[in-house]
């Protein structure tokens, strides 16, 4: 796919100072980088630096050296408000471990980044529903997360990330706390995202087999890439036929 | 609006965390209300004096015999000889002062109890086995003359200058003790004789008129808690009072001069002073005349009731700081147990300004919640503390009182909750992430 490059990143370094002189680099020269439309993997064990990675293409942190660019935007100028306007607008996350607002309903959590985005009220209260009722969790938008599952919370996560329709869908690990068969649904919706509505995402994961899903790879080693490859993911139709 | 967003969020906090809210608000609460208390009562007297000092019309100086070196009536010298005959003032001083005095001074108000062998003044009628509380108290002529709107006739006559001239057994009553010694028949009570029992020493008197019982401001009328059997007073004229005390003879320590009411009486009133004792007391061994004019008198009351007002500010003052110490803590657990929501929000795009104003949010709605049951409190109890005061005072419940309360709470808030809020702000986005 020859889309627009969403994503780059050039002799990304970052270091961390653990009291003088000490210092400890974490990215020894990362490049690389993801098109509009592309489904890619960061894979990698941990400690290869591949969360540190990720604070960087979230723009939760900016790199000791080298050039990031994130939809045109360079990032490593942006000033801390910008950086705000940034994540809010071009980056979706999902996490983990879901990280909900407690105590305040599904909906409310998808309204968030729109609420910071300045959107009005009416405006942003019916995309949310739009968003939950996409990842099937219309009947459960007054739920606050402990009322939630696993899956369900990863599904209102989802939506979240989706709110603003950022230019990119950075997920950690979305799996990572979940069964294989919740794992499976919401790897599905990821997968539909992709392919009905053309969403770039990126997904962060120490696991080989998950990022075998998706259509490239890119294999993190001690702060280096040490590899490229493609997935073997024939399609969510062809799946389904299988 | 993230104002409201912020608002719910913080109510959603603070339901969450029923007690440790109530604890934490208790301060701004018990600083609230004293300061609503404050207001309420200080409105209240204040307007209370206004309106005795705009009834009484004219201006009266009291004059009373004390001993020398008495700066005022909270602070007399008892370490002076016992007050005898010679130390009062008599009728002939009097006379001759009205006389010196005569454009300035119109009247003379005299009044005195009748004790018999009691000790405080208070006695019973007994009628049909009903049993009445009263109290005997002779008041002179000038004394329904000058302060007349202070007593309302309801039926019956007043004293006739005869009554007074010769001493006369007659009296008025009030009507809340015909309505117990006679049932309520006023025409029936009217031309009775009353006998009174001051311990054991009885006097009895003619009625001839029944007044209007009235808890009134200054008046001694109504010096009681029972509202259903309040002390009363059998009204006689002040020359009977005098015959009963068998001191018709003798001189007063007490008389009130009402001046005209072209005439200060706070300049006038040491005039009278060094009038009497240049005149009679410069070689008095032990007693003088002090003089205290009504504005003196509300001055004075006013100054007491300043230091009540500043203990109260201070009791307000040490709640509203222990207060927000206390709502500072509180925010900076908050802030602490919600590191990694504070993380996702910087994630999601809350900059550090809109991260700020939530936590102070929060904070001001904690103040605010505190506030508006401290304005509550304050109103129930200001107007509790007002009827235990012996006045009759409405409560004066001004907006401004209220309205500076809100601020308070409010500033407290932006106070309290800035340094926890500025923590907040400033965490980095990726370490609060982390935060388990």
């Known amino acids: 796919m020859e889309g627009k490059t969403i994503l780059d990143l050039r002799d990304i370094h970052k270091s961390f100072f653990i009291g003088t002189p000490n210092e400890f680099e974490v990215l020894h020269g990362v490049n690389f980088t993801v098109k509009e439309g592309e489904f890619v993997s960061i894979v990698g064990q941990s400690g290869s630096g591949k969360s540190t990675l990720m604070n960087i293409i979230g723009a939760l942190d900016q790199p000791t050296a080298g050039e990031y660019t994130l939809d045109g935007v360079d990032i490593e100028k942006a000033k801390d408000h910008e950086l705000s306007a940034l994540r809010n607008k071009k980056i979706g996350f999902v996490f983990q471990t879901y990280n909900l607002i407690a105590r305040t309903s599904a909906l409310k959590n998808v309204e968030l980044p729109m609420m910071y985005a300045g959107m009005g009220r009416r405006a942003r209260n019916e995309r949310a529903k739009e968003l939950l009722e996409s990842v099937g969790m219309s009947d459960r938008m007054m739920h606050k997360p402990d009322e939630l599952s696993g899956g369900q919370k990863q599904r209102v996560a989802i939506a979240r990330a989706m709110a603003n329709d950022p230019a990119i869908i950075l997920a950690d690990e979305p799996t990572g706390a979940l069964d294989s068969a919740t794992g499976r649904l919401i790897m599905d919706i990821f997968h539909k995202l992709h392919e009905e509505q053309g969403k770039t995402i990126v997904l962060i994961t120490h696991s080989p087999e998950l990022s075998m899903e998706t259509e490239r790879i890119i294999t993190l080693k001690d702060g280096s890439i040490t590899g490229e490859s493609k997935g073997t993911w024939q399609g969510l139709q062809a799946k389904e036929v299988k | ?436």
């Open chain 2, 1 to 436: 609006m993230l104002f409201f967003e912020n608002i719910s969020v913080a109510i959603a906090g603070l339901k969450a965390n029923k007690m440790r809210s109530l604890l934490t608000m208790l301060g701004i609460i018990i600083g609230i209300t004293s300061v609503i208390i404050i207001f309420i009562v200080g409105n209240s007297v204040t307007k209370g004096f206004s309106k005795i000092l705009t009834e009484a019309g004219a201006d009266t100086i009291e004059v009373v015999v004390l001993p020398k070196n008495t700066k005022n009536l909270y602070n007399i010298d008892d370490n002076v000889r016992e007050m005898n005959e010679k130390d009062l003032i008599t009728k002939d001083m009097l006379n001759q002062f009205k006389e010196e005095y005569k454009d300035k001074v119109v009247g003379l108000v005299q009044a005195e109890s009748v004790y018999g062998d009691s000790m405080d003044g208070k006695g019973t009628v007994t009628r049909d086995n009903v049993v009445s509380k009263v109290q005997i108290r002779g008041y002179s002529k000038d004394y329904y003359k000058y302060f007349g709107n202070r007593t309302k006739m309801v039926q019956g006559r007043g004293f006739l200058d005869r009554d007074y001239a010769e001493g006369k057994r007659v009296c008025l009553v009030a009507d809340k003790l015909v309505e117990r010694a006679f049932r309520g028949d006023k025409d029936a009570a009217i031309g009775s004789e009353i006998e009174v029992n001051m311990n054991g020493v009885y006097y009895t008197y003619h009625i001839v008129g029944i007044y209007e019982y009235a808890r009134d401001g200054i008046d001694i009328g109504g010096t009681t808690s029972d509202p259903d059997n309040p002390t009363t007073e059998i009204r006689i004229p002040y020359e009977t009072a005098r015959i009963a005390n068998h001191a018709q003879n003798e001189g007063t320590q007490y008389i009130d001069v009402v001046v005209d009411s072209e005439v200060d009486g706070q300049a006038f009133a040491p005039e009278i002073r060094d009038y009497f004792n240049v005149k009679y007391y410069a070689k008095n061994d032990a007693y003088n005349v002090v003089v205290i004019s009504m504005a003196d008198q509300v001055q004075e009351f006013t100054s007491m009731f300043d230091m009540v007002k500043i203990a109260f500010l201070g009791v307000a003052a040490i709640s509203l700081l222990v207060g927000s110490i206390g709502v500072t803590n509180i925010m900076l657990v908050s802030v602490t147990e919600r590191t990694k929501e504070i993380g996702t929000r910087k994630a999601l795009g809350a900059t550090n300004k809109s991260i700020r104003l939530q936590f102070i949010t929060e904070a001001i709605v904690i103040c605010f919640i505190g506030g508006a049951v401290g304005v509550f409190l304050g109103i129930t109890a200001g107007t509790a503390l007002l009827n235990l005061l012996p006045m009759d005072l409405e409560p004066a419940i001004d907006a401004t009182g209220i309205i500076i309360s809100v601020l308070i709470s409010v500033a407290v808030g932006i106070i309290a909750g800035y340094s926890p809020a500025n923590r907040a702000a400033k965490l980095n986005p990726i370490d609060a992430l982390r935060y388990e």
